[in-house]
């Protein structure tokens, strides 16, 4: 089990910009994929971007395309979120996840971070 905790959301206007950080207790897995979701009030949680530990093979969300870049530090053993011009539609909160590749991100060998949230007004 990987211990992860998130930081860098807050209360931003439209346009803006924020970093979010994720750092895990210990090195993930080789074979894992750290990913970013998010939940806003009332809907389904979403997967934002995800990248792949050893190979960094990145995937995204197509709302969010060109918006945001997720990136990695093996040697911080952390994953990081930039999300440039921020939409109200963006306001959720945002989780970091780890889980090996090819499992399903639902599966219960998925460690989750505590979230944090980031409010875009308009």
């Known amino acids: 089990q990987v211990h992860l905790v998130e930081s860098g959301g807050g209360l931003v206007q439209a346009g803006d910009s924020l970093r979010l950080s994720c750092v895990a207790a210990?090195?993930?897995?080789?074979?894992?994929?750290l990913g970013w979701f998010r939940r806003a009030p009332g809907k389904e949680r979403e997967m934002v971007a995800s990248i792949r530990w050893s190979t960094g093979g990145i995937s995204y969300l197509d709302s969010v395309k060109g918006r945001f870049t997720i990136s990695k530090d093996n040697a911080m053993n952390s994953v990081f979120l930039q999300m440039n011009d921020l939409k109200p539609e963006d306001t959720a909160r945002y989780y970091c996840?780890?889980?090996?590749?090819?499992?399903?991100?639902?599966?219960?060998?998925?460690?989750w971070g505590q979230g944090t949230q980031v409010t875009v007004s308009s």
């Open positions: 210990e090195r993930p897995d080789r074979r894992a994929v």
């Open positions: 996840a780890s889980a090996r590749a090819g499992t399903n991100w639902s599966s219960p060998d998925t460690d």
